[in-house]
């Protein structure tokens, strides 16, 4: 069965501090990974990422993937209490195109 | 539209009671997905659309639960004789599909169900 796993589950930093944020996953036919940020409704769109080892990279916010040992990391540098929020982790298959999540990392920066 | 739009944006029903979410992707996406978010939780896959056809409806946690989508538009999500364990907030997503175009989703703002 196809997972995709975040941690941690929730995070409490201080301003100015650096996250790293995890995602692996197992899944049959890998097509993409893909970060969100979902603040109160609707998430919005980080990066996409689909091959190994290249930096996608947005302000003081960067990911990068290993497809060999299937994860993600999402980097948060000088934290802001803007960047508080739920992240999620999506990983999207080849073939019907279907999208599964991970449970979110809580970031609180106060 | 602009946006994917979702309707009723709040709804509050008696257990047992019929309820039906609808969404209205962005125009030209043919890839609809519906998602269940309950508090404090990730997100649920329920169905996911290609144009009207459902290849996936593997999320669906039960019969009481069916979704359809009509000229490639508008999807609209039914929960019949609905529990308490199916409050939750509905988020509709959609993007385009197929050959280069894949990913991103864009999401509407979702529709919180109560059953009481």
């Known amino acids: 069965e196809d997972k995709v796993v975040q941690s941690p589950l929730s995070l409490v930093v201080h301003e100015g501090d650096t996250v790293t944020l995890n995602c692996s996953y197992e899944?049959?036919?890998?097509?993409?990974l893909l970060w969100y940020k979902q603040e109160k409704k609707a998430p919005t769109f980080l990066f996409m990422l689909?091959?190994?080892?290249i930096e996608k990279k947005s302000g003081r916010l960067s990911s990068i993937l290993d497809k060999k040992e299937l994860f993600s990391i999402l980097n948060i540098t000088a934290t802001q209490t803007g960047d508080s929020a739920v992240y999620l982790c999506?990983?999207?298959?080849?073939?019907?195109?279907?999208?599964?999540f991970g449970a979110g990392t809580r970031l609180t920066v106060k | 539209g602009a946006g994917v739009s979702q309707s009723p944006s709040n709804k509050v029903t008696e257990k047992g009671k019929d309820v039906e979410l609808r969404c209205d992707p962005i125009?030209?996406?043919?890839?609809l997905y519906w998602y269940r978010q309950s508090l404090g939780q990730g997100l649920e896959f329920l169905i996911y659309?290609?144009?009207?056809?459902?290849?996936?409806k593997s999320g669906l946690p039960s019969d009481r639960f069916s979704a359809e989508r009509t000229g490639g538009s508008v999807s609209t999500l039914t929960i019949q004789r609905t529990q308490q364990e199916d409050s939750a907030v509905y988020l509709c997503?959609?993007?385009?599909?197929?050959?280069?175009?894949?990913?991103?989703?864009?999401f509407g703002e979702g529709s919180r169900l109560t059953v009481l």
């Open positions: 997503a959609s993007s385009l599909a197929g050959g280069s175009n894949t990913g991103e989703l864009f």
């Open positions: 899944v049959t036919n890998f097509r993409s």
């Open positions: 689909t091959s190994s080892g």
């Open positions: 999506a990983v999207e298959n080849w073939g019907i195109n279907d999208m599964r």
């Open positions: 125009s030209g996406h043919t890839a």
């Open positions: 659309f290609q144009g009207n056809s459902a290849p996936d």
